[in-house]
C-alpha cells in the first residue's frame, strides 16, 4: 500500500480495560508522540447522540446529528481532543449511559468513516499512539508497529471496578467483536501481549523491546 503519511504510528488495540489506554499514555509521553484515544472520540459522539434525544440504534438520525454537528479534532497537551459544535465532552464520556450505548454507535459504519478520517488525519501531522479496536487492522493496516494488548477477563472486570465506574465490559467486547464493520480482532501481524500479571510499565517496556527489534530509532529511552 503506498505510504499516504510522513508520521509514525504505532497502533494498541485490545478489549476494554484492556489497560491499553493507560500504556498507550505512557508510551505516547516517552516518545514525545501525541496519544490519541479513539474510544473517546466513539464515546464523544455517543454523548452528543444522548444530548440530542437520538437512539444510538438509529443509522438514519444519528448519520443526520453528525452531518449537521461540526467535529472538530485537535492536540492539547499531548493527547488528541474533540469538539462538537465547540464543546467539549471530555467530562461525560465514562459515565454509565455513555458506557452501556457506545458499542452501538460505534457498529454504525458512517460513524466509523467519520472518524476514521478524522484519525488517520493525525498522522499528517504528527507522529501518533492511537489506541482503540481497529487501528492496526483497519485504521492504519499499513503500520509496521501494532500491538494487541489483552488481559483475562476477571483481571479486566477487577481493573473496571478499581476505577469505580459501573460499566458492561463483556457486552461492549461482545458487540465490538461481532460488528460486521472493522471488528475487534487481532491484526495478522500485531504483537500480542497479555498484561494480565505485568504492569503498565511492565507492558510499555515490551513493547519498547519489540519497537527497537524493528528498528524504530528510539534514541536514549
Ligand atoms: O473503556 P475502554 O477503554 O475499553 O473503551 P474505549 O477505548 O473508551 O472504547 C469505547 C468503545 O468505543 C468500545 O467499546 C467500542 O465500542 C468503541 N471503539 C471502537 O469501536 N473502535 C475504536 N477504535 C475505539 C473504540
Redesign the pocket.
Known amino acids: 500500500m503506498a505510504k499516504e503519511h510522513p508520521h509514525i504510528v504505532i497502533a494498541i488495540?485490545g478489549?476494554?480495560?484492556?489497560g491499553?489506554?493507560s500504556v498507550a499514555r505512557v508510551l505516547a509521553r516517552k516518545l514525545h508522540y501525541v496519544y490519541v484515544?479513539?474510544?473517546?472520540?466513539?464515546?464523544a459522539v455517543t454523548w452528543l447522540a444522548i444530548e440530542k434525544g437520538v437512539p444510538p440504534v438509529d443509522a438514519v438520525r444519528v448519520q443526520q446529528l453528525l452531518h449537521y454537528t461540526e467535529v472538530t479534532c485537535g492536540v492539547r497537551d499531548g493527547e488528541s481532543t474533540i469538539l462538537l459544535d465547540g464543546v467539549d465532552p471530555a467530562d461525560h464520556l465514562?459515565s454509565e449511559a455513555v458506557?452501556s450505548n457506545?458499542?452501538a454507535i460505534?457498529t454504525l459504519p458512517d460513524v466509523?468513516r467519520l472518524l476514521t478520517q478524522k484519525q488517520r488525519a493525525f498522522a499528517f501531522d504528527y507522529d501518533v499512539v492511537m489506541?482503540?479496536?481497529?487501528?492496526g487492522s483497519a485504521?492504519f493496516p499499513e503500520t509496521r508497529y501494532k500491538f494487541y494488548v489483552d488481559a483475562s477477563p476477571e483481571v479486566r472486570a477487577q481493573r473496571r471496578a478499581r476505577q469505580g465506574l459501573q460499566?458492561s465490559?463483556a457486552a461492549?467486547?461482545k458487540?465490538?467483536s461481532s460488528r460486521r464493520t472493522?471488528p475487534?480482532t487481532i491484526a495478522e501481524d500485531a504483537h500480542v501481549i497479555d498484561s494480565s500479571n505485568l504492569t503498565v510499565e511492565g507492558v510499555v517496556g515490551e513493547i519498547f523491546g519489540r519497537l527497537k527489534q524493528k528498528g524504530l530509532p528510539l534514541g536514549e529511552l
Do not use: C, F, H, Q
Not at 478489549?15 to 484492556?18: T, W
Open positions: 488495540d478489549p476494554a480495560a484492556s491499553k489506554s484515544n479513539t474510544g473517546a472520540m466513539y464515546r465514562v458506557n457506545v458499542s460505534a466509523r489506541e482503540g479496536r481497529d487501528i485504521v460499566d465490559i461492549r467486547d458487540v465490538d472493522s475487534l
